[in-house]
């Protein structure tokens, strides 16, 4: 699996890996293989997702009207603007 793998990619992946398992008719050697595979792209969509959250940012318009990117914070609180507004 290459290691930069497009994150929409990943999770059609993934997603099959799902459905192959829970139709339930795979040898055990497989759906063990099957759930490992399942498991390093789940790990692929999270590093993916983790990236792009880091990246978010939002306008925000200040009591001035004045428009001012702030970035977004993981808790869903936004961090302080650039401006120190």
């Known amino acids: ?29 497989e759906a063990v293989a099957v759930f490992e595979e399942g498991t390093r792209l789940a790990r692929v969509c999270n590093e993916r997702l983790d990236a792009a959250e880091l990246k ?18 993981v808790d869903g609180a936004a961090a302080d603007t650039e401006s120190g507004a």
């Open 56 to 73: 978010v940012s939002q306008l925000v318009q200040t009591p001035g009207g004045e428009l001012v990117e702030q970035d977004l914070a």
């Open 1 to 29: 699996m290459p290691k930069q793998m497009r994150f929409e990619e990943a999770l059609a992946r993934l997603e099959e890996a799902v459905r192959r398992l829970e139709a339930g008719n795979l040898p055990l050697d």
